[in-house]
């Protein structure tokens, strides 16, 4: 957390005076900051940073019509504004849409349109390769540089890397998104398909969820062990078919639904079998339904688009109604 927030102020200080998106204060995202993890050994911690529109610019959300149903897709369509007028006359910045050209190049970087952009929608890929060149050129100058090794490792669509000390080792994923409104839904760099094109942002519901597991660990008993529980379940399936976010769906919906004070410890044989049933109906009817979207039961503090509160709930369990075979597979494994 402490090296985030010292990147989020390198961020600030090196990116103000540019036309590059604005980096804001990281989120950390998944399990390990949910309190979480199958496997303590292979944690990986994932910040989600948002960003926003430079100077002169903004940001537009376009949903892909093209894409699947039960996936919202979106692209970041970039556009210049006028910077002519107004408060912005003292910033000694040309506007981009009534300045001459040549006076734009010669006394002005380029727009965010001809950096990071694909026909003026925001590249996932080349914000990906901004920001590994960022963190290269900033860690030098963080105080965790002096006794910590950095290894960056590859990827498309964010920023990994891996930071050791000899004794101990840190594996980090910087996602990069544009946040819905005020709203704790984002689109972001994340991938959900094998392909996924270079302007294709997905929505993804993380910090939403994070938010879900803080707001029950303040209502929740010390000695409760919702976590525990969910750990058990994640960490035993491990090898079969049920992916770790089929059970941490699962278990956020019994947490919604089954009071805070029965998940303490006397419980907890309880809520491991409430666990295993929930699973054995949702294959059995082959229909698990997404915990945030269309759902209108979620603590007041969670901020959803009306759009994503009033959709209609996805089947993550849909390839079960399409595939009998993987019907079939999904009964014997569980």
């Not at 090296?3 to 102020?9: K, N, P």
């Not at 910045?93 to 190049?105: D, I, K, S, W």
């Not at 960056?152 to 910087?174: A, D, W, Y």
Request: with cysteine.
């Amino acid at each position: 957390t402490d090296l985030m927030v010292r990147f989020a102020i390198y961020f600030g200080q090196v990116l103000s005076n540019s036309f590059y998106p604005m980096l804001h204060r990281a989120i950390g995202v998944g399990s390990a900051f949910e309190g979480w993890s199958p496997r303590e050994q292979d944690v990986v911690y994932r910040v989600l940073v948002p960003m926003t529109p430079p100077r002169g610019h903004t940001f537009h959300l376009e949903l892909d019509a093209a894409g699947q149903r039960r996936v919202r897709n979106f692209r970041v369509r970039v556009q210049l504004e006028c910077t002519c007028t107004g408060e912005r006359q003292g910033r000694n910045t040309l506007c981009f849409l009534h300045a001459p050209e040549e006076e734009l190049r010669k006394n002005q970087d380029p727009s965010l349109l001809h950096t990071l952009c694909t026909d003026s929608y925001l590249d996932v890929q080349k914000t990906a390769r901004w920001f590994y060149q960022l963190v290269r050129a900033i860690w030098p100058a963080l105080p965790q540089s002096h006794n910590w090794h950095l290894v960056l490792l590859p990827s498309r669509r964010s920023c990994q890397f891996k930071v050791t000390n000899g004794r101990e080792s840190f594996r980090i994923e910087m996602l990069f998104g544009v946040r819905q409104g005020d709203s704790d839904i984002f689109v972001s760099s994340q991938t959900r398909e094998a392909y996924t094109p270079s302007t294709t942002w997905p929505e993804t519901y993380a910090v939403a969820e994070v938010k879900f597991f803080k707001y029950i660990a303040r209502q929740a008993p010390r000695d409760s062990l919702h976590l525990k529980c969910l750990q058990f379940f994640t960490r035993l399936q491990l090898g079969f078919g049920f992916s770790t976010y089929t059970m941490k769906t699962i278990v956020m919906h019994l947490l919604n639904n089954i009071p805070v004070s029965w998940w303490c410890r006397r419980h907890f044989v309880s809520r491991l079998v409430d666990i295993s049933e929930t699973l054995r109906i949702s294959v059995s009817e082959r229909c698990l339904n997404h915990f945030i979207l269309g759902n209108r039961r979620l603590p007041g503090e969670i901020r959803l688009p009306r759009e994503v509160q009033m959709a209609e709930t996805c089947n993550l369990f849909h390839h079960l109604v399409m595939d009998p075979v993987a019907h079939s597979q999904a009964m014997t494994e569980y």
